[in-house]
Structure formats: structure tokens, C-alpha cells
């Protein structure tokens, strides 16, 4: 066999190693949602640590979401006053910032934001747990990992997400506002009614209801990846920098999904 051939044969074998593993974790990750979905209607909710995770992935996440959410508002403003003044539209600003945000812009940023800071914590947290053999300390002693240690951050991610989403959504509103009235004399009233005007319930109920589906696959991903780490601390800082990658991967492909969804519906 000569040497290309034999290059070629190594990388064929790679791939196919690669291609295994992403369905081995593929597999490891449907399997543990079933396993959450059924620790959910146990008997013993572990209801104070869901409130834990809640002001850990929610209230600890506001500051750098908030942020974000200012500057886009902000950001946005600027390039669409900038890009409407050409056709003499720049008064409608805000119609254009509020759809946006309210659609996209707010529950995408807001995930991907939540993705990196708490995935990554959930990861590093539970893998650890795993890789110092903890995990199998609390089934020795009867109890059900999932349960403890799955289900509440599962459930905190899911219901943190559209709260933060809400709130990142005004704050950028009220930044666009801010830009477009100093930046280009726009009316504040006239900014917030043509949001009123434009923004449906059916946008907003659309931007949050990807939210709750983006918190639970964040939540998941973190925890899959956590509970397969191997390798010691190196292998808890693979699974991390995996987890920020599947997460915010994860969230872009689901959202063009479901922005498909919706628009058929």
C-alpha cells in the first residue's frame, strides 16, 4: 500500500471515529432527556435546589445579559436610523428595532449569552463531580443523579430563559430610545408608539417560547457533556469549551427551526 493510500486510509478510519462518537453522545443525550423527563413526576422534587439554580442561572446571569442587551438595543438603532434615513424613513426606528428584538435578536443573544456563562458553570460544576467519581458516590447511596443533580438545573434554565429574554427585550427597547432620540431627534412617543403599533402579541409570544426551548437544550447539552467527562481536569476543560460550542451551535440551528415552524403555522 503506498503512502497516500495509506493517508487516506488513517484519515477515512478518523472520520469514521468522529462520526461515532457525535452519535454515541447523541444517543447518551436523548437517553438522559428521557431519564430527566421521567425524574420530573417522581415522588421527593427537589424544589429548593430548582430555587438555587434558579438564582444561579437566572439572577447571576441578569448583569451580563442586561449589558448585552443595552448595547444591541443601542447598536441597532443606530445602524437601522442610519439605513431608513436614505429612503426617509427614519422616524419608523422603532418598529424596525422592537420586531427585531422581540423575534430574534432577544431570545437568540439572551441564549447564547446564558449559553456560555452557565453552560460552561454547569459543565465544570458536574463534570468535576464525574471525573472525582462523586456522581457514583450518590448512586451508591440510593439516590438518582438525575434527579439532584439534572432535573433542577434543567428546569431553572427553562424557566430563567424567558424571564431574562423579557427583560433584555425592554432594556434594549429603552436603549434604542435613548440612541434615536439624541442620535436622531426621534420623538420618544412617537418611537414608543410605533413599536405599540408594529410589535404583535404573536411576535413576542414567538420570541418566547423559543426561549423556554432554548433554556432546556443549553441545561441539557451542559449536562450530557458533564456526565460523559472523563480525563481528569483536562477532560473537565474539553467538556467545557464542547458544552460553549454544542450550546451556541445548538441554539442557532434550533432557532432557524423553529422560526420555520412558526411561519408555517
Known amino acids: 500500500m503506498s503512502a497516500p493510500t495509506r493517508v487516506a486510509a488513517r484519515e477515512v478510519v478518523r472520520l469514521g471515529d468522529r462520526v461515532l462518537d457525535a452519535i454515541d453522545r447523541l444517543g447518551q443525550f436523548t437517553l438522559l432527556a428521557g431519564q430527566t423527563a421521567r425524574a420530573l413526576v417522581r415522588a421527593r422534587f427537589p424544589w429548593l435546589e430548582v430555587l438555587r439554580q434558579l438564582e444561579a442561572i437566572g439572577a447571576r446571569s441578569s448583569t451580563i445579559v442586561l449589558l448585552t442587551a443595552l448595547f444591541t438595543g443601542m447598536v441597532l438603532a443606530l445602524q437601522t436610523g442610519i439605513a431608513l434615513a436614505r429612503f426617509g424613513a427614519k422616524p419608523y426606528v422603532g418598529a424596525v428595532v422592537g420586531l427585531s428584538l422581540a423575534r430574534e435578536l432577544g ?6 449569552m446564558v449559553g456560555g456563562r452557565v453552560g460552561a458553570g454547569i459543565t465544570a460544576e458536574i463534570g468535576a463531580m464525574q471525573v ?3 456522581v457514583d458516590a450518590i448512586r451508591s ?4 443523579p438525575v434527579q439532584k443533580l439534572v432535573l433542577p438545573r434543567v428546569l431553572a434554565a427553562t ?3 424567558p424571564l431574562l429574554t423579557i427583560l433584555a427585550d425592554v432594556l434594549a427597547v429603552f436603549g434604542g430610545l435613548a440612541l434615536s432620540w439624541l442620535q436622531f431627534g426621534i ?13 404583535r402579541f404573536e411576535d413576542l409570544f414567538s420570541g418566547l417560547l423559543k426561549t423556554i426551548v432554548f433554556g432546556w437544550l443549553i441545561a441539557m447539552v451542559a449536562c450530557s457533556t458533564a456526565l460523559q467527562t472523563t480525563g481528569g481536569t ?7 469549551t464542547r458544552t460553549v460550542v454544542a450550546a451556541s451551535i445548538g441554539v442557532l440551528v434550533t432557532d432557524f427551526f423553529l422560526t420555520q415552524l412558526m411561519v408555517m403555522l
Open 107 to 112: 431570545p437568540v443573544l439572551t441564549a447564547l
Open 132 to 134: 472525582t467519581e462523586q
Open 141 to 144: 447511596m440510593g439516590a438518582d
Open 159 to 161: 424557566l430563567a430563559l
Open 187 to 199: 420623538d420618544p412617543n412617537f418611537y414608543l408608539q410605533t413599536i405599540s403599533n408594529t410589535v
Open 234 to 240: 483536562v477532560g473537565v476543560g474539553r467538556a467545557t
